[in-house]
């Protein structure tokens, strides 16, 4: 199992859960776990994916904040 961590601004939050709904069933990607948490002006999202390139995706296109090769964890 790959997590992927994004961060997402506060004023962003409800475009930005909706887009990651969309997307994930545009890509027919199943997360196994989706977990959030705030701090300061944001909210950090982990994402539990079965494999390492949906984890990296993900990451990659909802991201605000971190460089690519640092946005999923083993």
Do not use: C
Not at 12 to 28: I, Q, T, V
């Amino acid at each position: 199992m790959r997590t992927a961590i994004v961060r997402v601004s506060d004023a962003k939050l409800s475009d930005r859960l909706a887009g990651m709904r969309e997307w994930l069933d545009r890509h027919h990607y199943e997360p196994v776990r989706f977990v959030y948490d705030h701090a300061e002006n944001a909210l950090v999202i982990s994402v539990e994916f079965p494999n390492e390139r949906q984890a990296e995706a993900f990451a990659m296109r909802f991201d605000e904040k971190v460089p690519a090769a640092t946005h999923y964890l083993s």
